[in-house]
């Protein structure tokens, strides 16, 4: 399981939010095996004067907060990070330097979906990758 939120200057994010989300989505399923029709984003378009950020980030700073299971492997998990950067820079020419990516671990049982602890759940894709 996996929720993502993205924050960002409102006028830089707004324009680029499906693709972004695309892109996103295919990293997911590419480093960590989502499945494909398993996507949860949410947005938070911000007004310039209430997002701040470091010298040396431009109007493209982005941030990425990703919330899943705990059990991928510190490869995976930087596999994720370096196709995250890679695949945003090629295809939303949004540099490096303006992207920050955080994954947020937590064990199944603090989770609640579809009506049961998240270790309750028949998942049809593998955490332990």
């Known amino acids: 399981m996996g929720q993502i939120k993205i924050y960002g200057v409102k006028d830089r994010l707004n324009p680029i939010k499906e693709t972004l989300s695309n892109v996103i989505h295919s990293c997911m399923v590419e480093a960590l095996g989502f499945p494909p029709d398993k996507k949860f984003h949410r947005f938070f378009p911000m007004d310039k004067e209430d997002f701040y950020y470091a010298s040396g980030r431009s109007e493209a700073y982005t941030v990425i907060e990703i919330s899943m299971f705990e059990g991928r492997t510190v490869e995976a998990k930087k596999h994720l990070i370096k196709i995250l950067f890679d695949h945003v820079n ?3 020419n949004i540099s490096p ?3 920050e990516i955080t994954i947020f671990e937590t064990p199944k049982h603090n989770w ?6 998240g270790d309750e759940l028949t998942l049809n894709y593998k955490v332990n990758v």
């Open 90 to 92: 090629s295809e939303l």
């Open 97 to 99: 330097q303006d992207i």
């Open 112 to 117: 609640g979906i579809r009506g049961l602890p």
